[in-house]
Nanobody, 120 residues
Framework: QLQASGGGLVQAGGSLRLSCGASGRALNTWIMAWFRQAPGKEREFVAAAVRDGSSTFYDDSVKGRFIISRDNAMNTMNLQMNSLKPEDTAVYYC???????????????WGQGTQLTVSS
């Protein structure tokens, strides 16, 4: 239903773009989001966007550096990540169909995760 891609290894200060392709029932959602999970930590909210792109939401830790967007024609969601920091290192997950508040990691559909490693 959701397929995340685009992770990799990048130096601090660099940029990378993640993509999430949606299909089937995962498409039937007003809001989609990105979460991340670092080793030994809980999965945390990164950013979310509504279907028409009119509203976007960010965690304070990425505000001003990350940009979330949705391409409804292509059924994709992207996360442009700039000015990357070592603390951004995590597995990044895309999600759709929240079952509660969108900042909570309680979604019906999840992508498989893609690893981002930022070296200092």
């Amino acid at each position: 239903q959701l397929q995340a891609s685009g992770g990799g290894l990048v130096q601090a200060g660099g940029s990378l773009r993640l993509s999430c392709g949606a299909s089937g029932r995962a498409l039937n959602t007003w809001i989609m989001a990105w979460f991340r999970q670092a080793p030994g930590k809980e999965r945390e909210f990164v950013a979310a966007a509504v279907r028409d792109g009119s509203s976007t939401f960010y965690d304070d830790s990425v505000k001003g550096r990350f940009i979330i967007s949705r391409d409804n024609a292509m059924n994709t969601m992207n996360l442009q990540m700039n000015s990357l920091k070592p603390e951004d290192t995590a597995v990044y997950y895309c999600a759709s169909n929240p079952r509660g508040p969108y900042r909570n990691a309680d979604y019906l559909y999840w992508g498989q995760g893609t690893q981002l490693t930022v070296s200092s």
